[in-house]
């Protein structure tokens, strides 16, 4: 195959940050993806829809001219220990907020303003699942005892089960899955339950961090794992399964933040994201499987139609950038100064 069509993808998980960095990554999602997903760990927090519609505003306003029609933002709440159910209800009634993100304080960047105990959110959850609103969770447990590799399937069996128990109705996305715990626990619940999968988790084991040296753009949180887990993310991401779509959770960081005594967590994808989905998807032997995973099921997910326009990959061998402008400092994007086997056009 030299070229595929498909409907114009989202993307279900996104960070682009604020003010001159947000100008800077930006457009490489728009000219990829119609929509996505919008993290709100900011400093401060998008705690309140007015703060969402804030955001919102400067989002709409750094796209380039040229992508001013091609690209919706989907804005969301943080969860706090003291989000209220009226904010809930403000959020829903917006239209422009589609979920609530949940980060256990302390789990990832800026996550300090998190939940510290789920119990302290029922109030708001129970008010979400009335109004059809989603919990975005960022699915690992803080317990310094808890190895850093279990992280995630502990939070399964201590927060995620009971929560399914307690809220049935509730809709939520297991976002950024990384274990094959996470795979079957998605799988065998209940259509209200769907999870995101990244491009580099589908492509890249826990070896890629320790090449040779500590490699620091190979590190995000939820870390890499192990190849039986990659296998079973990929295995899930190919298998037509509905509950499992693309959220890229590309997070830019200056090169001197991951390259330093105490680096940051997470990887730079959006130059490359649905290029990066092709190479992995075609490993697979399952490029006919991409157009749904990425453009049909997270839209039906979030009960959003589906896009009308199309893109088209060509496959070309094409050479990354060792580095992309970053409000003045550097940023290193995923496989920087080697050669992807997919472009689009």
């Known amino acids: 195959m030299t070229s595929i069509?498909?409907?114009?993808?989202?993307?279900w998980h996104l960070h682009l940050r604020d003010g001159e960095q947000l100008r800077a990554v930006l457009p490489h999602t728009a000219k990829q993806f119609a929509r996505a997903i919008i993290m709100p760990n900011l400093k401060p927090p998008v705690v309140t829809t007015d703060m969402?519609?804030?955001?919102?505003?400067?989002?709409?306003?750094?796209?380039?001219?040229?992508?001013?029609?091609?690209?919706?933002p989907l804005m969301t709440l943080y969860l706090t220990d003291n989000t209220p159910p009226a904010e809930i209800i403000r959020a829903k009634e917006s239209g422009v907020v589609h979920g609530v993100k949940l980060y256990p304080a302390g789990a990832t960047t800026n996550s300090d303003a998190g939940v510290t105990d789920?119990?302290?959110?029922?109030?708001?959850?129970?008010?979400?699942?009335?109004?059809?609103?989603?919990?975005?969770?960022?699915?690992?447990?803080?317990?310094?005892?808890?190895?850093?590799?279990?992280?995630?399937?502990?939070?399964?069996?201590?927060?995620?089960?009971p929560l399914t128990q307690r809220f049935p109705n509730l809709r939520i996305v297991f976002e950024h899955v990384t274990t094959r715990d996470a795979v079957a626990f998605v799988t065998e619940?209940?259509?209200?339950?769907?999870?995101?999968?990244?491009?580099?988790?589908?492509?890249?084991n826990r070896n890629a961090i320790?090449?040779?040296?500590?490699?620091?753009?190979?590190?995000?949180?939820?870390?890499?794992?192990?190849?039986?887990?990659?296998?079973?993310?990929?295995?899930?991401a190919t298998s037509s399964n509905p509950q499992f779509f693309l959220g890229t959770d590309s997070a830019p960081h200056a090169?001197?933040?991951?390259?330093?005594?105490?680096?940051?967590?997470?990887?730079?994808?959006?130059?490359?994201?649905?290029?990066?989905?092709?190479?992995?998807?075609?490993?697979?032997?399952a490029l006919d499987k991409l157009e749904a995973f990425a453009s049909f099921y997270g839209a039906d997910f979030y009960q959003l139609p589906r896009n009308i326009g199309h893109i088209t990959l060509n496959k070309e061998k094409w050479a990354v950038p060792e580095q992309y402008e970053f409000a003045g400092e550097k940023l290193i994007p995923l496989y920087a100064e080697t050669s992807l086997g997919w472009k689009m056009v």
């Open 5 to 11: 069509t498909i409907t114009r993808p989202d993307d």
């Open 52 to 72: 969402a519609l804030a955001y919102r505003a400067r989002i709409l306003a750094a796209l380039p001219a040229a992508l001013q029609s091609r690209f919706e």
């Open 118 to 161: 789920i119990a302290k959110c029922y109030a708001a959850l129970e008010t979400m699942e009335k109004s059809n609103l989603p919990l975005l969770v960022h699915g690992e447990v803080t317990d310094p005892d808890v190895d850093v590799f279990d992280k995630e399937k502990v939070f399964i069996d201590r927060i995620l089960t």
């Open 189 to 204: 619940a209940s259509r209200q339950v769907a999870a995101t999968i990244t491009a580099h988790h589908l492509l890249l």
């Open 210 to 236: 320790f090449q040779s040296g500590i490699r620091p753009h190979y590190f995000c949180l939820p870390v890499l794992k192990r190849e039986i887990h990659r296998q079973a993310l990929l295995e899930a």
């Open 255 to 285: 090169q001197t933040s991951k390259e330093n005594a105490c680096g940051c967590a997470g990887i730079f994808t959006a130059h490359a994201a649905i290029e990066l989905y092709a190479t992995a998807f075609e490993q697979a032997g």
